[in-house]
């Protein structure tokens, strides 16, 4: 009875709302559209993105009313390119040669942020859509699908506690998992501020970064879960729910729709650089409001609980590894460094935590790690892998490094690269593709 209430209170609202509209605008004499009925012709959209053989991209938009079109892209001074319009109203532009990579841009018209209609390659970053282009070669073969063997990437609902609810993530496994009994480890891989539980696979290239590393036998064959670091929303908005509202600081909860500026990406120009970690910062306790004991609960209790008893998964500290990207990275540095009873590998990706962004405790390993530097001998003895990764013209580099140097002179074994670009995917796609080929050895 209740669903025909329902139903009812549909029909009549469409009704009531068709009612309402205005007449149909009569088609123009002259212009027949699809199937003849005379609907006004589309404008075609002008083929975009076209990658020259040198690595010159040439974007085109059909826009002949438009004062001025340009180009925001995220590659080395790619934002502000000016494109210049034809007889026919097609507007475009030919950058120099860009670097092999997945590069991503929006136009902007007359001052109005929009998506190129003629590339149909679009992509998420938190609350952002852009449009990306692949530009092929040595460095960016990585991220491009081919004839090997290809992982399944799945949505899962796991139980949280804190919640009471269930919370999405997404779960890589790989190639010929289906058919077979093997048990593999695990990767708990987290994305930035901005971010969700969609960040690492749609931005980051993860599961074609991985099918490619196991096909050539350069990595291990592994399951890799990517959480929701967001630990006020069960999953992204448009399966979990809008935002709750950001809790009082220190309450102990994370920001939510971004509490930093730019921690969605909202106010950030379109086609600025990603966002997956330019936002609110993941602070310990007194910090920018991240909170590390709900991430902790979460991680050990409730997520690894969910994946060895519904996955094929090697237990033991050994056979799993936490990492993640800027605010993912300071996730993992304080739940994995503190739990080194599970996790056996820890890395980050270009944290803001040692500093270079505004909002964090001082970060104090032994308050975290009691005996990490006092008894290094043992530290390396049960940390397999310690990795660190950052943009070499990212701000929170020297800051990285100071902290680097600092573990280096207290006899740490660290692993510590860095790669070109700044706070941005083209770094995090080169470390996760580093760190994979490193993991479980």
């Known amino acids: 009875m209740r669903l025909t209430h329902v139903a009812l209170g549909i029909a009549l609202f469409v009704t009531v709302a068709a009612a309402q509209q205005p007449p149909a605008a009569q088609p123009q004499q002259g212009r027949q559209g699809r199937a003849g009925q005379g609907a006004p012709a589309m ?18 938009l059909n826009a002949p009313k438009a004062a001025a079109v340009m180009v925001n892209g995220d590659w080395p001074n790619g934002r502000g390119l000016a494109m210049t319009k034809d007889d026919s109203g097609v507007w475009s532009v030919t950058t120099a040669p860009l670097a092999p990579e997945i590069w991503t841009y929006t ?43 290809h992982g399944t990437v799945a949505a899962a609902w796991y139980p949280s506690t804190a919640l009471q609810t269930g919370r999405r993530m997404l779960v890589y496994t790989p190639p010929g998992y289906e058919g077979s009994s093997t048990r593999y480890p695990v990767l708990y891989l987290f994305h930035g501020g901005g971010g969700d539980e969609e960040a690492w696979n749609d931005m980051g290239s993860a599961s074609v970064i991985m099918d490619n590393l ?33 809790a009082p600081r220190g309450a102990g909860a994370p920001p939510a729709a971004g509490a930093a500026a730019g921690a969605r990406g909202q106010a950030a120009p379109a086609g600025a650089r990603a966002a997956g970690g330019q936002g609110a910062p993941a602070a310990a306790p007194g910090g920018g409001g991240q909170s590390y004991d709900r991430a902790e ?36 540095i304080n739940v994995g460094l503190k739990r080194l009873d599970v996790f056996a ?34 530290t390396n003895k049960r940390i397999k892998l310690l990795y660190f990764s950052c943009g070499a013209d990212d701000p929170r580099m020297p800051h990285q490094t100071k902290v680097a140097e600092e573990m280096r002179s207290r006899g740490i074994t660290l ?27």
């Open 43 to 60: 404008t075609p959209a002008a083929r975009s993105a076209e990658v020259a053989p040198d690595g010159r991209v040439t974007f085109r």
């Open 107 to 149: 136009f902007s018209v007359d001052g109005v942020s929009m998506l190129d209609a003629g590339n149909y390659h679009v992509v998420r970053d938190g609350t952002r859509y852009l449009n990306s282009v692949l530009v092929p070669g040595p460095a960016s073969a990585l991220y491009q699908t081919g004839k090997m063997p």
């Open 214 to 246: 196991i096909a050539q036998g350069k990595a291990k064959p592994m399951i890799v879960v990517m959480p929701n670091g967001n630990w006020t929303e069960p999953a992204v908005l448009d399966k979990g729910g809008p935002r709750p509202p950001a």
């Open 297 to 332: 609960k979460e991680i050990v209790d409730d997520i690894i609980r969910f994946m060895e008893k519904n996955y094929r998964t090697l237990t033991g500290r050994e056979n799993r590894a936490l990492a993640g990207l800027s605010m993912g990275g300071g996730i993992s």
């Open 345 to 378: 590998t820890v890395g980050q990706f270009s944290s803001g935590m040692f500093g270079g962004v505004g909002g964090y405790a001082p970060f104090d390993v032994e308050a975290l790690s009691p005996g990490f530097y006092k008894n290094a001998a043992a």
């Open 415 to 441: 692993t510590f690269k860095s790669f070109p670009g700044e706070h941005q995917w083209r770094v995090w796609r080169n470390s996760l593709a580093d760190i994979a080929t490193m993991l479980f050895r």
